[in-house]
């Protein structure tokens, strides 16, 4: 209980006493995880879209490919990047082993087909004749694909916030791509295991409540525009 | 004859399984209120869709303010933006009813200050003031048919697709919202397609009347035409006639046709001192106002609200009615706030009557029974 007690309290004071490594690891997991979750919302949120909007010879196998990419095993991502950026793989000639970039490559291999998932399952359970009711208002197709995205705006948040916090927990494949590397590819879930390895568990707590603190925040944010509710002014407005 | 915004000619659809729509012709006027009425499954809905262009026809011709609208090089959206639809369900947004109202004229780029005096007075008369900031999950289904009707006429579009939008509303809140609709319709004198199976509806709003039944029109006309003289007996029965009898004219004289039809009726009255009984196969002679020849199979169409009850006793003489016939009642039943008395007096004949004749005339199951039909109440038409 005491050890508990002195990480909480470790952790106030690397959050407060400008500990420099620190800042450094907690903004280079915001940096890392931010760019992760907003490309995988672009890919997953797009390949969602068009396969819960269209019908097409084959869309059920994509489905299902899609399905087995959320469960897929970060550390099954991890080593395919790895092999991928490794100095002799296919990919080597980028130099990116061991970079932010193939930390973010690795996270976004992850989060994408979780996006795209919840992303599916929210277009497939809107109302198709919604599509219908939209395009008989005199939509655009874009208008219509517009009208459709704020139709499934609550799993959309959902599917954002299962991407992040997909990601942000993540270790294997960060570790396996970016090495751990002090001042350099060094984030949160990392530096954790390095703590727990040097059995300094006092900091390893701590960069686990500093984690927690940034993972609630970051969801509470993206709760908050999720469900926010529909202004009332419009009555005022017009009586 | 008004202009007509909407002239469909020939237009064919045809669906995988069988089902089709052949639309021989069908026009909407101006202003005026043409309701479509047939069975569930007939293809109403299906020729909204085709009307507004959220189907492709496989073939034919839809003339919408003068020009053809199939054609190829034809902006769909303009076409689309020039009519509004409301569909058996509300379809309403996930987002305020407020928003839900404006969608359309956001879809526009017309700012809404353009519409403040039709949006006032579609939210004063279908009462949507204090609904205005609510999220549609939380209303009733009536409340969200009311906001999806404000949603389509604040567009103010030159042809009103409504259909089946009571469809899905208790009676009572119905007959409600059907009248305000009327109300609406008629203060704003918008062209309108009305789609029904309630034939009660379709005769408050109608100004003309098309029945369609399996993809087909089987009559389209004005609404009394409709009504007082369907072509045939699967319209004569969906606008309410409820006894229909095969005969041949005997003579005609002065467009009053003698017509003789064969009785068949399998009871026997067990008073042997009138004439409630008929020999099956026996002619039976009932008078009609026809232009018609002699020879002619036709069928007869007889509306329950024509026939009149009188007890055997009293003198027919006492009636202007050419057709007076006795029989047997078979059975009384309740159609809402009339009673269905269907009388065998050689053929089966219905007539609506009230409670209260009942008792006045004591009407039973097994009584003799009058019957007068005047000669200008029979509809005639080719078997």
């Known amino acids: ?239 | 004859m008004g202009t007509e915004i909407l002239e469909i000619k020939n237009l064919e659809k045809k669906y995988p399984g069988g089902f089709g729509l052949k639309i021989d012709y069908l026009s909407v006027k101006e202003n005026k209120i043409l309701v479509m009425i047939g069975p569930n499954g007939s293809g109403k809905s299906t020729l909204i869709r085709l009307i507004n262009l959220l189907e492709e026809p496989d073939s034919g011709i839809i003339i919408f303010n003068g020009s053809n609208m199939l054609g190829e090089k034809v902006d769909r959206i303009k076409i689309r933006k020039s009519m509004s639809v409301v569909f058996q369900e509300p379809l309403l947004f996930s987002t305020s009813v407020y928003n839900n109202i404006l969608m359309g004229l956001n879809i526009r780029k017309i700012k809404v200050q353009q519409r403040k005096e039709t949006f006032n007075f579609l939210i004063e008369k279908l009462k949507l003031d204090k609904l205005l900031g609510r999220n549609p999950k939380s209303l009733s289904g009536g409340e969200q048919q009311r906001a999806a009707l404000a949603r389509a006429l604040i567009l103010e579009p030159k042809l009103l697709l409504l259909d089946e939008p009571l469809a899905n509303i208790d009676p009572v809140l119905r007959e409600e919202l059907r009248s305000d609709i009327f109300d609406i319709l008629k203060s704003i004198g918008r062209s309108t397609i009305y789609v029904t199976h309630d034939r009660n509806e379709a005769m408050i709003i109608a100004d003309d009347i098309a029945v369609i039944n399996e993809g087909k029109v089987e009559q389209f006309g004005k609404k009394d035409e409709i009504f007082r003289k369907p072509t045939s007996g699967f319209v004569a029965k969906f606008v309410g006639v409820e006894t229909l009898v095969e005969g041949i004219i005997f003579e005609c004289r002065d467009n009053v046709c003698r017509i003789m039809i064969k009785a068949n009726n399998k009871r026997q009255s067990t008073d042997i001192t009138d004439n409630a009984g008929y020999r099956n196969g026996q002619n039976i002679e009932i008078f009609v106002v026809a232009d018609a020849k002699p020879g002619e199979e036709v069928t007869l169409a007889i509306r329950p609200e024509d026939v009149t009850l009188y007890n055997v006793h009293m003198p027919h003489e006492m009636s202007s009615a050419m057709n007076s016939f006795t029989g047997v009642i078979i059975d009384i039943r309740d159609v809402g706030i009339f009673k269905k008395v269907e009388i065998d007096c050689g053929f089966k004949l219905v007539s609506f009557v009230t409670q209260n004749s009942i008792e006045r005339l004591g009407l039973a199951e097994g009584k003799n029974i009058t019957a007068s039909i005047k000669a200008s109440s029979v509809h005639l038409f080719k078997s």
């Open chain 1, 1 to 239: 209980m005491e050890l508990i007690w002195e990480g909480i309290k470790q952790a106030f004071i690397l959050l407060f006493s400008g500990n420099r490594e620190v800042y450094e690891i907690v903004l280079l997991t915001i940096r890392v995880s931010g760019t992760a979750v907003i490309i995988s919302m672009v890919i997953g949120m797009s390949v969602g879209l068009a396969v819960g909007l269209n019908n097409f010879k084959g869309k059920r196998f994509v489905i299902a490919i899609i399905n087995t990419g959320m469960g897929l095993p970060p550390v099954a991502v991890g080593l395919i990047v790895c092999v991928l950026l490794w100095r002799s793989g296919p990919l080597g000639l980028l130099g990116l082993i061991y970079t932010p970039t193939a930390m973010i490559i690795a996270q976004v291999l992850i989060a994408s087909p979780i996006v795209a998932g919840i992303t599916l399952a929210a277009v497939q359970q809107i109302n198709p004749k919604l599509k219908l009711q939209a395009l008989s208002l005199g939509a655009s197709g874009w208008q219509v694909l517009w009208i459709i995205i704020r139709e499934a705006k609550l799993p959309a948040f959902a599917a954002v916030m299962a991407g992040f916090g997909g990601i942000i927990s993540e270790v294997g494949a960060v570790m396996m791509v970016g090495g751990n590397i002090k001042g350099q590819t060094r984030v949160l879930t990392t530096a954790t295991v390095q703590m727990v390895r040097m059995g300094q568990l006092e900091i390893a707590i701590a960069l686990v409540i500093i984690l927690l603190i940034l993972a609630f925040s970051v969801n509470l944010i993206l709760t908050l525009i999720q469900q926010k509710e529909n202004k009332t002014w419009a009555q005022r407005f017009w009586r």
